[in-house]
């Protein structure tokens, strides 16, 4: 039997995977693509909906298991003595100011964190509408994401939109020091490049099994876990499912770990929508199959693409990432060693950062070129 921690690690691989590709650097939010497909859910009816629990739960058709663990790692238990991590979450629903929206969805959308209504002159003033949306965003992120939705993206017959944002910034428990950072080789698939290398030697948490090390550098409220192969990237991700990866970050001890990972600076867009058609998420973006007979009685609305953009820092001090999620809808017209484990992170790994407490995953990261 599964449960809400072990449907969100399922779905924060099998995104990972369809939209990182087979190659290259990438960075997505489980977090904010998950409630923003949690809220379409809500407002789908008939196979659309089925199919979003199917991607979201596995099946079960309680998607409010899925909003209260959303909800609980809204919230960041700062146990260290570093200052307090920020976190900002809004899950809003934009609409035409004449679109009928059902009273039961707006009950349904007060479930969320950091929730609420607002309208925009989808029809009248497209362009407009994307400007406020775009702007609303980018408040919640701090500026790191300042246009989720590009030029023409909203166009006079879009009458709503579905759009969850994101910010985190947290100090490390253990902050680098600056001093040592330094030029260092990493070995990526195009060859050796120099990077930024910060370094440090403390107690982590960390496991060496099944062809991976595994790392967990804590900050405030939040644990950033580096998965590094044994081998090759490229030829052990594939068999790293979501039971292997469950086992892989339940496995750290704390142990002395001499520490070498690179400084991150990620940000990628991403149109969704060819990725959530092959996880089977298929009927909401079908016109006249009327999907989202939950949010509005208009027969007409369907979703017709999905936006998601993540940005990912890693320094000396902590990090900080911000993620924004938008479904467009349109209608018709252990014990220590006495010596320190050596990690050198210098080739291509994957990254996790999750909500310490119930290990919801803000950002999946795979870093080739850092």
Request: glycine share 6%; charged share 25%; hydrophobic share 45%.
């Amino acid at each position: 039997m599964t449960t809400p921690e072990s449907d969100h690690l399922r779905f924060s691989l099998a995104v990972h995977r369809v939209v990182a590709g087979a190659s290259g650097d990438s960075v997505v939010s489980p977090y904010s693509i998950a409630s923003a497909l949690g809220l379409a859910s809500q407002a789908a009816d008939g196979p659309a909906a089925d199919e979003l629990l199917h991607l979201l739960t596995g099946g079960d058709p309680d998607i409010a298991k899925q909003a209260d663990l959303l909800r609980a790692a809204a919230t960041l238990d700062n146990t260290t003595r570093q200052e307090d991590p920020v976190l900002a979450v809004a899950n809003t629903l934009w609409a035409w100011d004449e679109l009928p929206v059902r009273d039961t969805f707006l009950a349904d959308l007060a479930g969320w964190p950091g929730a609420s209504a607002k309208t925009a002159p989808f029809v009248t003033d497209p362009d407009g509408a994307r400007r406020a949306i775009n702007a609303d965003v980018a408040e919640t992120t701090r500026d790191l994401i300042p246009e989720l939705l590009p030029p023409d993206s909203v166009g006079p017959d879009t009458v709503a939109s579905l759009v969850n944002a994101l910010y985190l910034k947290a100090a490390w428990q253990h902050p680098f020091r600056e001093a040592t950072t330094r030029d260092e080789q990493f070995h990526s698939p195009g060859g050796p490049r120099r990077v930024r290398m910060m370094r440090q030697t403390e107690t982590l948490g960390y496991a060496h099994q099944d062809g991976w090390q595994v790392v967990e550098l804590p900050g405030a409220g939040v644990t950033a876990t580096v998965l590094l192969p044994d081998g090759d990237l490229a030829a052990q991700e594939p068999d790293l499912d979501d039971t292997r990866l469950a086992t892989l970050l339940a496995a750290p001890k704390r142990v002395q770990v001499d520490l070498r990972v690179p400084k991150i600076d990620l940000d990628r867009p991403a149109d969704l929508t060819g990725a959530l058609k092959h996880l089977g998420v298929r009927t909401l973006f079908e016109p006249g199959e009327a999907p989202l007979g939950r949010l509005t009685p208009d027969p007409r609305a369907f979703v017709s693409a999905v936006q998601h953009q993540a940005v990912l820092k890693l320094d000396e001090q902590g990090l900080e990432g911000a993620a924004a999620t938008a479904v467009m809808i349109r209608t018709l017209a252990a014990v220590t060693p006495a010596d320190p484990v050596e990690v050198r992170v210098d080739r291509p790994f994957l990254l996790l950062v999750r909500h310490a407490r119930t290990g919801v995953v803000y950002f999946f990261a795979r870093v080739v070129e850092p």
